[in-house]
């Protein structure tokens, strides 16, 4: 049996070093990879090796255990999703075409909403479910991904000794269960944007901004009429671009940059 050399924990700069040696001495391997880890298999001396490298070194070992763990549990009891799901256009012409500087605008984000769906839809456990609200246990991020693991695309490209072949993708099957999350939480939200009318500015993933602090009440109160919570951020200013829009949460912090999508003439 050849023997299997496995680097664990192989920060992506070692990961490219070995890509780069492989290349240069014209060594025959395979690199599959992710948005978070690379996987490089080749053969030296007759022996096997595979080295690892996590794109994403700050994922904590107790995170990792809920992203193992809604996997299994969705590739064990086989669980889909195979309706249609329309495309999500998170800032469109919602976005007024004049914004006048101002601090009378405020965010509020959704709580746990694409974790809160995945439940509501039985993609995942009442167990998991409750596990993964524990912040003693996982972080925010952790749930969020967990879901996005499902929707992972696998990518491969192979080296010849000399050249390396066509770029190969492959669609996580299960991708369709997180975009169905994602689409139900902006689902809720496009009816928040009804409830508010022309106060609302644009949606985030699962982050709303408006304008007048009349509506954080109305907000807040619809929300947990529909099992969710939500936290309040007020915004020190906004400043629409001729395609992005930058967001300000205090005079002495970095402006969070968001791109939004022309409308057509």
């Known amino acids: 049996m050849a023997q299997i050399h496995s680097f664990t924990k192989v920060n992506s ?6 890509i780069n040696y492989l290349v240069k001495n014209k060594i025959k391997h395979k690199i599959q990879f992710t ?9 030296f001396k007759r022996q096997k090796y595979e080295a690892k490298g996590y ?7 107790r995170d990792l255990h809920l992203i193992i763990k809604v996997k299994k549990h ?15 256009k998170y800032i ?6 004049k914004i006048i ?12 909403a694409y974790w809160y769906f995945a439940h509501k839809n ?36 192979e080296f010849n000794g000399k050249n390396y ?26 009816k928040i944007q009804k409830l508010i009318g022309e106060d609302f500015l644009f949606f985030w993933v699962d982050a709303i901004f408006f304008k007048n602090e009349k509506n954080i009440k109305k907000i807040i109160n619809f929300v947990e009429l529909n099992g969710l919570k939500a936290k309040i951020k007020p915004i020190y200013k906004v400043i629409k671009n001729s395609e992005t829009l930058e967001i300000y949460e205090a005079l002495d912090k970095k402006p969070k940059i968001y791109n939004f999508e022309k409308k057509k003439k």
């Open 13 to 18: 700069n070692n990961i490219d070093g070995l």
């Open 35 to 43: 948005s978070a880890k690379k996987v490089v298999t080749y053969s």
């Open 55 to 61: 794109l994403n070194s700050s994922i904590r070992k």
């Open 74 to 88: 969705v590739e064990t009891n086989q669980i889909e999703y195979n309706g249609y799901i329309p495309k999500i």
């Open 92 to 97: 469109t012409n919602y976005v007024p075409d």
């Open 101 to 112: 500087n101002s601090k009378n605008y405020f965010e509020i984000d959704l709580n746990a």
């Open 122 to 157: 039985g993609f995942i456990s009442e167990e998991i479910f409750k596990d993964g609200l524990n912040l003693k246990k996982f972080t925010k991020k952790a749930r969020l991904m967990a879901l996005g693991s499902l929707a992972t695309v696998h990518n491969t490209l």
């Open 165 to 190: 072949g066509e770029l190969t993708t492959e669609i996580n099957p299960t991708s369709p269960l997180f975009f169905k999350c994602a689409y139900d939480t902006s689902l809720l939200i496009q």
